[in-house]
């Protein structure tokens, strides 16, 4: 049996989400308006569920959004939309808010189209098979922020101008929309709809939102390298104690510290022939690689202060945690 899907508290809340993810998925603009075709259905069907028709591709497409009402099997939603296509001139595809991956797959071999806005748009006609990573709903909040969406709402707090575009670099335009969602979920965000543009909000002044946002936060660099020969090569940015150094009045490590994005490791170690050591006796210098690349909040060559707050805000030497919480001190909130 398929899931049960409830219908959302309201109608044009789901419309939005399925516009959205239609549009952010397809990368082309989609409008929807309400069929008036459902009078010549079958009084079942006008019943189970709601209409909404707009375009693919210049292809007309009608979309029937379970209702959740009753529950049906796969089996049968492919009969429901045999019969709609009998009135419909155009591509017709179900609609739901989430549906078990197993139902996804049964649905799939039924050959039916179907929409699952943020998880999976499946529509043979278009030849469009584009699925997404199933977001499971939680059963309870996440420990720690994905590295997109820490990047994301630091590029907010420090008032940068077009996040999406300066982290377009690095992550793929869903990998964005994800991250604002998982903003969302977290209660730091709101996502609103003027026209056809997505606006986002932070739901409070940015350093009340950092303080919000501190159970979630995880430390930038996830492994430290130590660098024996080899020059490091421009663009590679200061971070570590070096940059906590060059932003506060601590004195500067032995050795000095830059970071690049985990990625981009491979082609620094090739560029700048870099040779690593097993001892910090033997280090030259020390790399940090990143969960995100650095250079997308950095300024001046050094890594950003909210990033090395994160990452140093609850260090064992109090000397470094108290030079953490001063970078906030030189940030304009």
Sequence with gaps: MLDKVPQPADAADFAEQLRAYIQVTLHQPVRFTHWLGATGL??????????????????????????????????????????????????????????????????IANNVS??????????????????????????????????VAQAL???HLLSLPQPAK????????????????????????KISKRGRANWINLIAEPRQLLDMAGPYLRAPARSRKHVGTGSVSAGIMQAGE?????????????????????????????????????HDEDAKSVMELWHYDPKILANAGIVDRLSLYAQFRNHSDERIAKAAEDLLEQISW
Excluded at 169 to 186: C, D, F, G
Aim: charge should be positive; charged fraction near 20%; glycine fraction near 4%.
């Design 42 to 107: 079958p009084v079942f069907l006008s019943h189970r569920y709601d209409f909404l028709t707009g375009s693919i591709s210049r292809q007309p497409c009608l979309f029937a959004v379970d209702r959740g009402t009753i529950n049906v099997t796969p089996t049968e939603v492919s009969k429901h939309l045999v019969h709609i296509e009998r009135v419909f001139d155009g591509i017709v595809i179900y609609a739901a808010q989430r549906l078990s991956a197993d139902r996804r797959a049964r649905l």
């Design 114 to 147: 179907f929409v699952i806005p943020g998880n999976q748009l499946y529509i043979p006609q278009l030849a469009l098979d584009l699925r997404e990573y199933f977001r499971a709903r939680p059963k309870r909040r996440q420990d720690q922020f994905s590295p």
């Design 153 to 155: 709402l630091f590029y």
């Design 166 to 189: 300066a982290l377009q670099v690095s992550y793929s335009t869903m990998s964005i929309w994800r991250a604002y969602e998982e903003l969302k979920q977290l209660d730091l965000v």
């Design 242 to 278: 070096s940059a906590l150094a060059a932003l506060t009045d601590l004195s500067p490590p032995s050795l000095p510290v830059y970071a690049v994005h985990y990625k981009e490791w491979g082609n620094v170690i090739a560029e700048s022939n870099l040779t690593l050591v097993k």
